[in-house]
Nanobody, 122 residues
Framework: QVQLVESGGGLVQPGGSLRLSCAAS????????MAWYRQAPGKERELVAA???????NYADSVKGRFTISRDNAKNTVYLQMNSLKPEDTGVYYC????????????????WGQGTQVTVSS
């Protein structure tokens, strides 16, 4: 089984910064892609940022220029650096990963972290 452990959430004032981390562990042969999603109260979960196995990145329009997604393959970890935070960024942030668990596996499987709360308020 694969586990995703998230950390770095908290309370921050508008204009502040936070850095989220998500470390994957367990049966991992390779990680095809990792991403961050968020969900505000009463809203649907939305994609915030993603990074592919080739290193390509994709961001929601609302966070472009403020958030940066990166990875450390040696540690099976993805990061989300969040700068110039706004109250609209408030929500539960979830890590997602598509992971090929074994060499014999022909496809990857999706896994989710437990979520970490980010609150932006003065």
């Amino acid at each position: 089984q694969v586990q995703l452990v998230e950390s770095g959430g908290g309370l921050v004032q508008p204009g502040g910064s936070l850095r989220l981390s998500c470390a994957a562990s367990g049966s991992i042969f390779s990680i095809n892609a990792m991403a961050w999603y968020r969900q505000a109260p009463g809203k649907e979960r939305e994609l915030v940022a993603a990074i592919t196995s080739g290193g390509s990145t994709n961001y929601a329009d609302s966070v472009k220029g403020r958030f940066t997604i990166s990875r450390d393959n040696a540690k099976n970890t993805v990061y989300l650096q969040m700068n110039s935070l706004k109250p609209e960024d408030t929500g539960v942030y979830y890590c997602n990963a598509n992971i090929r668990p074994r060499l014999i596996s022909t496809i990857g499987n999706n896994y989710w972290g437990q979520g970490t709360q980010v609150t932006v308020s003065s």
